[in-house]
């Protein structure tokens, strides 16, 4: 260290500090600032069919299988949807996600599993729901138990709003990884047009520090 100069007190500086060389000490990511409800994406093609996760969601959603639309590029954006379920009664289908958590989450606080959802061409006479299951991998062919504390929630709109589940934090920390399954489920009579439930976006929200 050559030359160096020593304030014994305060600076403020009123505009913008130019650093030539390195920082010293280095800072430590538990010394930032705590940034509340980041936003991290879930890619939709990361949804694979529950009860065989080597295989990608079908092109057309079948049996008990959501289904990944592609839509037309520069046209329409990917989604999850149902097939028709117009008149089918109690119907329930499925998909499977690993979510893994940042590196800058920071251990124990919030996070939060989103979807953008709702219904498509017309809602069920009856019920549409929305239902998460998360589980924390042990790596070692075991899991914890289910994480998500929110019950079922109502998709039954032709607006699709942000659903929200929240994911028991306690245990948590950076590089975990979750098992998610999401559970659509429409309960249809009597519809005589298209009844089908959409999912736009999916995402993890939580607190992370850098």
């Given at each position: 260290?050559?030359?160096?100069?020593?304030?014994?007190?305060d600076?403020?500086?009123?505009?913008?500090v130019?650093?030539?060389?390195?920082?010293q000490?280095t800072?430590?990511?538990?010394?930032?600032?705590?940034?509340s409800?980041?936003?991290?994406?879930?890619?939709?093609?990361?949804?694979r069919?529950?009860?065989a996760?080597?295989?990608n969601?079908?092109?057309?959603?079948?049996?008990?299988d959501?289904?990944?639309?592609?839509?037309?590029?520069?046209?329409?954006?990917?989604?999850?949807?149902?097939?028709?379920?117009k008149?089918?009664?109690?119907?329930t289908l499925?998909?499977?996600?690993?979510?893994?958590?940042?590196?800058?989450?920071?251990?124990?606080?919030t996070?939060?599993l989103?979807?953008?959802?709702?219904?498509?061409?017309?809602v069920a006479?009856?019920?549409?729901?929305?239902?998460v299951?998360?589980y924390e991998?042990?790596?070692?062919?075991?899991i914890?138990?289910?994480?998500c504390?929110?019950?079922a929630?109502?998709?039954?709109?032709?607006?699709?709003?942000?659903?929200?589940f929240?994911?028991?934090?306690?245990?948590?920390?950076?590089?975990?990884?979750?098992?998610?399954?999401?559970?659509?489920?429409i309960?249809?009579?009597?519809?005589?047009?298209?009844?089908?439930?959409?999912?736009?976006?999916?995402?993890?929200?939580?607190?992370?520090?850098?």
């Amino acid at each position: 260290m050559a030359n160096p100069t020593i304030f014994p007190g305060d600076i403020v500086v009123a505009g913008v500090v130019y650093a030539r060389g390195g920082i010293q000490p280095t800072i430590d990511r538990s010394s930032l600032t705590q940034e509340s409800l980041a936003v991290y994406k879930i890619p939709l093609t990361s949804f694979r069919v529950w009860d065989a996760l080597q295989t990608n969601l079908p092109g057309t959603s079948a049996t008990d299988d959501l289904g990944l639309i592609g839509g037309t590029f520069a046209t329409a954006s990917p989604t999850i949807q149902t097939y028709d379920l117009k008149a089918a009664g109690a119907s329930t289908l499925y998909a499977r996600v690993e979510v893994p958590l940042p590196v800058e989450y920071v251990a124990g606080e919030t996070l939060i599993l989103r979807f953008h959802a709702g219904m498509k061409t017309t809602v069920a006479d009856n019920t549409a729901t929305l239902d998460v299951q998360a589980y924390e991998s042990d790596e070692e062919e075991g899991i914890s138990a289910d994480l998500c504390t929110t019950a079922a929630q109502d998709i039954n709109s032709l607006t699709l709003a942000d659903i929200d589940f929240t994911i028991t934090p306690t245990a948590l920390a950076p590089g975990d990884m979750l098992d998610v399954r999401i559970a659509v489920a429409i309960n249809d009579a009597a519809s005589g047009t298209a009844v089908k439930g959409i999912i736009g976006s999916a995402a993890r929200l939580c607190d992370i520090k850098g």
